[in-house]
């Protein structure tokens, strides 16, 4: 399975945006780029995902690089409430019966 | 609400015992999967299933055995409980083009 690299950590004030960037120079063709996110003491909950396009939600956007071997997930107004881990994994379009977590980034808003 | 239930929510065994954490979904999703979440790592991938009667091994896999008879269910068997085992499990479903649900996870503690 292709695997991504996350930063640790990041910082944000609230009611700023946030970027958390994720490289995933091994990607393949097939392999869609999700997001989830993980509160304190709940499962993970799907944020976003993306083939090639870049693709907004209520909750997010994720901006895919032209050649896919990066992403980003764009917080527009971070709240409080988005204080959580954030995970980058990839999957097949037509395997998603595994996926393969990361440590994810660990977003701490600054009020 | 529809979704993934997990029981029970916490459990503490005791060295040797066998016990079977539940997993149930009603959004007929084919694939589901069950996670262990170590203290401040991410989720590791234990077993996995495409569908009822199709089941594989995941990352970790040793220790815990699975079964999917039905496409609600899909039950962990720790056999032999170890403190190495002590971990918060998050059970999951999803069916392809759809996101994944995780339930709320079981709190399990071997002494």
């Known amino acids: 399975d292709a695997k991504t690299t996350q930063p640790n950590s990041m910082e944000s004030n609230e009611e700023e945006p946030v970027h958390l960037p994720c490289n995933h120079s091994t990607i393949s063709g097939t392999d869609y780029i999700h997001w989830y996110r993980q509160l304190p003491s709940q499962g993970p909950e799907y944020v976003i995902h993306?083939?090639?396009s870049n693709v907004n939600n209520r909750m997010a956007s994720l901006a895919i690089a032209e050649d896919r071997k990066s992403s980003t997930l764009i917080l527009h107004r971070a709240t409080l409430r988005d204080a959580a881990v954030y995970y980058c994994i990839l999957s097949t379009w037509n395997r998603d019966d595994k996926i393969i977590f990361g440590k994810g980034t660990r977003l701490h808003i600054l009020p | 609400n529809a979704g993934v239930t997990q029981t029970p929510k916490f459990q503490v065994l005791k060295t040797g015992q066998s016990m079977t954490l539940q997993c149930a979904q009603d959004m007929n999703h084919e694939y589901m999967s069950w996670y262990r979440q170590d203290p401040g790592m991410g989720l590791r991938l234990i077993h996995y299933?495409?569908?009822?009667?199709?089941?594989d091994q995941g990352e970790v896999p040793n220790g815990y055995n699975v079964s999917r008879s039905t496409t609600e269910d899909f039950p962990l068997r720790l056999l032999s409980a170890a403190p190495s085992q002590t971990s918060v499990y998050f059970c999951?479903?999803?069916?392809?083009?759809?996101?994944?649900?995780f339930g709320s996870g079981t709190r399990l503690t071997v002494v």
């Open positions: 993306g083939l090639t």
């Open positions: 299933s495409v569908g009822a009667g199709i089941t």
């Open positions: 999951a479903s999803t069916s392809s083009g759809s996101q994944r649900t």
